[in-house]
């Protein structure tokens, strides 16, 4: 008769070995997410409280860093005028993957105060993935932080998948990126 | 071939491949010691500010987190730039004498053989860099080389009066010198000297007055703007070894060296934390003031302590 003391050895297949490496991964990622502070509106003016002794979002492993490259959050604090969009489309696309959206406030969810302004847009997520919504006029230093803490559980569940999206319905957020700032060609000795 | 001759071969390639072990533990030492000393001081840092700061290991999470994201590139130049810099700071972290008996290239551990060494590595970020094409990473890398330029007369004013006193050029010749009876540390021997080493030391950093060449807010971290992903990590532990290089240096040739590797790592945490904490309650200058700086006190103090201790002999 077969021993049934140790469970035979199987070979883990390729998907379950890049899952083992990815949740490996993923804990590394969770514990040291690093923002790209895109401080268009007036929500910025909650980041300092966070980023300093008051609430110190250093504890979660987080901190400012300076170029989209180096980054693996966007913070996008508020509103977007077109303008700002086209530099925020860009900047998002520089970063490197996996890459998550945090916005701030009101603004990005339905246009918040300037719903009807002919310059801003209403909704975020139609123009790139946002992970994480923290809603409020402007939202308090803890909805922020609960913000960070919500985007390490989301990351932890494998649902911060918006840089997945983007991949998957790169044609539809293209469109809905040309449809609201128009096409842009760019006649000079780098574009040729 | 005669016999003995073979096993001449055979002992002397085994002898080789246990100095290059002893070397790249070291290396390795290098990295596991400097990213937990550098977790430490940003909690530290962190209670300086009346804040909880970041868990101790932080640093290991960051490093590790960046090698499991994807990166762009920018060129072959980009990529190999920062390889070959990371292959020499590891290189010359295998010369470094971890105390005065534990030494990976017995004969090796010449000073100047660590000058020649880290300019590999600066070079070949600064290449990397500059393959990046971003204005910023070319104003990064001025700086920083003019920074070098800055810091390194009054260095070498003051390790050649060292070498001149102790005789020899060698690390660990110059440690056991400072521990024979009758000897004080080089900080208080040549207590000037001392001074300007540890603000040489300061500038090698990048640390506060000195941080010109990074200036996150000024220059998005000058060399290191286009950097992300793997990269950016392979830049972390090239700094953290290159870290470790030049504090060890300072140890090795002003506090005495150490004996044992206990008595180094204290030795190493207390002039890094005193390094970062003199950083952290200073604001920044402009790369003019740090070459008019460097070349007005330090560079006074260095002449001074070298003619006061070469020529007049007063050595405490």
Known sequence: MKSTKFTPYTKLSKTETDRKWWEIGDFFRRNSLWLLMYCTGCCAIELPPAMTSAYDMERLGMGPMATPRQADILLVSGYLSLKTLRRLVYTYEQMSEPKYVVALGSCPINGGIYHDSFAVINQLNQYIPVDVYVAGCMPNTEAVMNGFVDLIGLIKSKKANGWKEYHKNNDWFKENQITALGKVVIDDEFHQ | MDDSYYYLLVIGGSAMIVNVLLGVAIALFAFVLQTGVGGINRKIVGRLQKRHGPRWYQEYIDIFKLLSKRSVSHGWIFDFGVIMALGGIIGTAMFMPLTSSIVAFENYDNFFIFVYLLAVGMLGMAMSASGSGNPWASIGVMRALTTMLA?????????????????????????????????????IALPLGGIVGFIALMGMLGKKPFETYIAPAEIASGPMVEYGGKQLGMLFILHEISVFIEVSLFVHLFLGGATSILEFVVKYFAVYTLANLISNVNGRFKIDQVVKFYYKWPLLMAVTQAIVAIYLGWVI
């Open chain 2, 151 to 187: 810091y390194e007369v009054p260095f070498m004013i003051v390790v050649l009066t060292i070498v001149n006193l102790s005789g020899t050029s060698s690390i660990s010749g110059i440690q056991l010198f400072q521990q024979a009876a009758g000897n004080n540390w080089y900080l």
